[in-house]
């Protein structure tokens, strides 16, 4: 086994097999992960990418060095729905012309993106070495580095594009393997782009690079006339700016197979002349939630805001470490409550078997990465973690626990917080007289919720009787 591969496998998309990861050059192993289209805040199916390839990120830094590794996840902030919400959030201004529209854009965008950095910080995700903006690589840029105009001119130039009914179209005719990534055959193929296309295309299956813009929509110049750019160009701009024009590994959900995903690779290897984009091509399964495909007319799509910081789901709050160890890597996942009860279990007992070592091992556990290096088997990972909390809480030996020092460790490598807790007393004294009043009433769901919220951060309350007065009195302590 090449000393490069460090004992990674990965399944690839491309070829539907899982192969030893060979990274191009092992001094900077190179991944590009698409992000948020941010016209709105981040939904919990937008979690699950950014929490997958945090994992995956950490692992290759594991394996190869945390100055060897690089990752890459933009921000859309160029799309059809932001132009929507910017003008009716913002159409008054814009009227009467205080803000101009572009201006009105970048307040909605701005506010989504924090947000979502936001969102990703308490889901314990590491921020990525770059994450470009793709109003930022529309046009030449000062630095020299790709961008959508100049791949577009590109694809024009080597017979791959055509100018038609005002857009630029990708001619899909052109490229004898395009839809290898989805298997799908060049008639079955439908345009996929974010914003509408006429009937001018050659082929059905054409998707467009550029559009034309009217005064009332935002644009750039271009030789093609002012317009904006359709929606897969962006990432084969934004990935060639920083991994160059082959990279080692593509990432993003299953829904973005085809068109996006497909189209990227036409793009970037028609544009370029190469024979692939990225070597290995990673998907995360699909999301339900209860059971259902998250729908806003069903009543079932929760933001990644609305699940930390609001009682929408549930009837209560759920911290961020709770959603990071629900989701898995490819299997589908139903999210749900009782999912997310069983991990906040699962992750109190890990902690507290953790709080049994003073300082976390300097090694990870070699079968916790193993089974990480053998395609993100989280699963597997975590019954690695089940079983050192059990050693760890079985330890009566002197001397370190060791079990405890190493299940420290495998736990702040996946993201997970293993500081002491950390509490506000007038907080926890103001809850606990909520819990008093519920139960005075009887209201025994709602005491128990207040209590199953705090010992979930690592507050245990205990219930007696003053020996005077005969009334409860509640105390507490810090206990995973």
């Known amino acids: 086994m090449s000393d490069a591969s460090k004992g990674l496998s990965l399944y690839n998309t491309l070829t539907r097999a899982k192969e030893r990861f060979v990274p191009i050059d092992p001094q900077n192993v190179r991944m590009y992960v698409c992000g948020p289209t941010v016209y709105d805040f ?3 199916g937008n979690a699950r990418p950014a929490i997958v390839f945090d994992v995956l990120f950490r692992l290759l830094r594991q394996l190869y060095g945390e100055k ?17 919400r ?17 201006d009105a854009i970048r307040r909605v965008t701005e506010k989504t993106a924090d947000q979502y950095h936001k969102d990703v910080a308490a889901l314990g995700c590491l921020e990525p070495t770059h994450e470009p903006r793709a109003t930022e690589f529309v046009a030449p840029r000062a630095d020299g580095k790709a ?7 590109q694809l024009i ?30 008639d079955e193929q439908q345009a996929g782009a974010r914003i509408a296309v006429d009937v001018h295309k050659k082929n059905p299956g054409d998707f467009v690079l550029w559009k034309l813009s009217t005064p009332e929509e935002p644009g750039w110049e271009s030789p093609w006339g ?40 036409a793009q970037s290897r028609c544009a370029h002349g190469t024979k692939v984009m990225a070597n290995v091509w990673m998907h995360n399964g699909f999301l339900q939630v209860e059971g259902q495909k998250m729908s806003k007319s069903l009543g079932n799509f929760y933001s990644i805001h609305e699940l930390l910081e609001t009682e929408t789901f549930g009837g209560r709050k759920w911290p961020g470490e709770v959603l990071r160890l629900a989701m898995h890597y490819r299997e589908p996942i139903d999210f749900s409550v009782r999912k997310l009860e069983e991990a906040e279990n699962t992750l109190r007992k890990w902690k507290r078997a953790a709080d049994l070592a003073p300082a976390a091992a300097r090694d990870l ?14 699963y597997t990972a975590f019954q690695r973690l089940t079983q050192l909390a059990g050693e760890a809480v079985e330890f009566t030996g002197a001397g370190e626990n060791a079990a405890a020092a190493s299940l420290k460790a495998a736990l702040a490598f996946l993201g997970f917080d293993v500081g002491a807790a950390k509490v506000d007393e007038t907080v926890i004294a103001a809850a606990i007289a909520r819990r008093l009043r519920f139960i005075a009433d009887k209201n025994w769901p709602e005491g128990d919720r207040i209590r199953d919220e705090l010992l979930a951060q690592g507050v245990q309350l205990k219930d007696g009787k003053d020996p005077v007065t005969g009334q409860r009195v509640t105390t507490w302590e810090i206990k995973r």
């Open 147 to 153: 961008d959508m105009l100049s791949l577009i001119a």
């Open 157 to 186: 130039e080597r017979g791959h594009a055509y100018v038609a009914g005002g857009e630029v179209l990708f001619d899909t005719a052109s490229m004898p393997d395009y839809g290898e990534l989805s298997k799908r055959n060049l």
């Open 226 to 265: 002012r317009g904006r750019p359709g929606w897969h160009i962006e990432c084969s701009a934004m990935s060639a700016a920083y991994l160059g024009e082959i990279f080692d590994i593509h990432g993003g959900g299953l829904d973005l197979i085809f068109p996006h995903h497909e189209n990227e690779i």
């Open 68 to 84: 060897h590794v690089t990752y890459v996840r933009n921000i859309t902030d160029v799309d059809d729905k932001i132009n929507a």
């Open 86 to 102: 910017a003008l009716r959030d913002f159409g008054a201004e814009i009227e009467v012309g205080t803000l101009s529209l572009n």
């Open 365 to 378: 556990p070699a079968y916790v990465l193993e089974a990480l290096s053998d395609d993100l088997a989280t």
């Open 42 to 44: 981040a939904h919990i």
